[in-house]
């Protein structure tokens, strides 16, 4: 990764994205007709409210780990970070491609666990980092009560 502050930056986002893209290719391809035909929770959110919540969210999480890239070049943690990118990313692919709610939900516990690590090492290095995740934290704490729910219900 470069140390180069603005050339970073971009770096993040766009692996980052890449990851997102991953995903989103993965839901628009196989999410239906499975989707349309599972029980789901009527706290459900609607389909349009993922993708301007998920944009906000890498933009918050890259810059978060940007920050402590740029301040400590810390290769261990931004490793973990991207580590941390390949679940997040996977998680679509094992819930809308493979149609597997259960370890859809392992992964989603995976990814809680990475975030919470991630969250405590960057509140030890830039109190910024660490809020940026938060609504990240929160989301996919939303995000385990729903897929938790699909779970039971089907």
Known sequence: M????????????????????????TTTSFKEPWYSQI????????????APVWTSLYVMMSIAIWKIWINSF????LKLYF??????????VVFFGFHQ??????????IIIFIIVLMK???????????LMIPYFLWSSYALILNSSIFLLN
Not at 40 to 48: I, K, V, Y
Not at 83 to 92: A, Y
Request: charged fraction near 10%.
């Open 2 to 25: 470069t140390k180069n502050k603005y050339l970073s930056l971009f770096t993040i986002l766009l692996i980052t994205f890449l990851a997102s893209a991953i995903g989103g290719f």
């Open 39 to 50: 029980i789901l929770p009527s706290f459900n959110p609607p389909s349009w409210l993922f």
């Open 74 to 77: 810390d290769l261990e943690l």
């Open 83 to 92: 580590i941390h990118l390949f679940f997040n990313g996977t998680w679509s």
């Open 101 to 110: 709610i259960g370890l859809a939900l392992v992964n989603l516990i995976i």
């Open 121 to 131: 090492k960057y509140l030890m290095k830039d109190r910024l980092s660490f809020y």
